[in-house]
T-cell receptor, first 116, second 114 residues
Framework: AQSVTQPDIHITVSEGASLELRCNYS??????LFWYVQSPGQGLQLLLK??????LVQGIKGFEAEFKRSQSSFNLRKPSVHWSDAAEYFC??????????????FGAGTQVVVTP | NAGVTQTPKFRVLKTGQSMTLLCAQD?????MYWYRQDPGMGLRLIHY???????AKGEVPDGYNVSRLKKQNFLLGLESAAPSQTSVYFC?????????????FGPGTRLLVL
């Protein structure tokens, strides 16, 4: 079974500074990888996803993530954070076997606080 | 399009009471899911459905039942609520199979069981 670890529960970053959120996964084969964002009181919204090909993936809102198979990581980055990026971010992994399609395993989430 | 909607937004129950949470989607998606979100635990899959009339257990199915009588609706039932079921419940849907599909989430239902 797949699993996901987000080592950082909480990150504080200044507006305009860069942001990197860590995600490590455990899975026997190449997984499907996702980053979702949850604004306060809202549901989750997909930022980006990876399933094959180029290991650097571009998403919405200026985010990108890089899949590193050797490190079992899928870290999320943004060069310059805006106050509206304050939210909780979830990494998720999905298996490529048919009987597990759609059954995502989510990390515990990283809360991002943006200071002026 | 409304996307994924959930009813109600908030509910307080007493231990032992029952209730049904309704999820509706207008995107003609085949797959629908119910998750619960608890602090420090991310989202955990309760039940899911791969099409009208089908349901399957997820990671934490105990104490919940589901039904998918219509393609656009997915109901989550609590027959006898327990304080451990205090949580935020999210419904999601996705287009067909493949594993790589984006899941679209509703705004959530906050449930408090006293």
């Amino acid at each position: 079974a797949q699993s996901v670890t987000q080592p950082d529960i909480h990150i504080t970053v200044s507006e305009g500074a860069s942001l990197e959120l860590r995600c490590n996964y455990s899975y026997g084969a190449t997984p499907y990888l996702f980053w979702y964002v949850q604004s306060p009181g809202q549901g989750l919204q997909l930022l980006l996803k990876y399933f094959s090909g180029d290991t650097l993936v571009q998403g919405i809102k200026g985010f990108e993530a890089e899949f590193k198979r050797s490190q079992s990581s899928f870290n999320l980055r943004k060069p310059s954070v805006h106050w509206s990026d304050a939210a909780e971010y979830f990494c998720a992994v999905g298996a490529q076997v048919p009987d597990s399609w759609g059954k995502l395993q989510f990390g515990a989430g990283t809360q991002v606080v943006v200071t002026p | 399009n409304a996307g994924v909607t959930q009813t109600p937004k908030f509910r307080v129950l007493k231990t032992g009471q029952s209730m049904t949470l309704l999820c509706a989607q207008d995107m003609n998606h085949e797959y629908m899911y119910w998750y619960r979100q608890d602090p420090g635990m991310g989202l955990r899959l309760i039940h899911y459905s791969v099409g009208e009339g089908t349901t399957a257990k997820g990671e934490v199915p105990d104490g919940y039942n589901v039904s998918r009588l219509k393609k656009q609706n997915f109901l989550l039932g609590l027959e006898s609520a327990a304080p451990s079921q205090t949580s935020v419940y999210f419904c999601a849907s996705s287009y067909s199979a493949g594993g790589r599909e984006t899941q679209y989430f509703g705004p959530g239902t906050r449930l408090l069981v006293l």
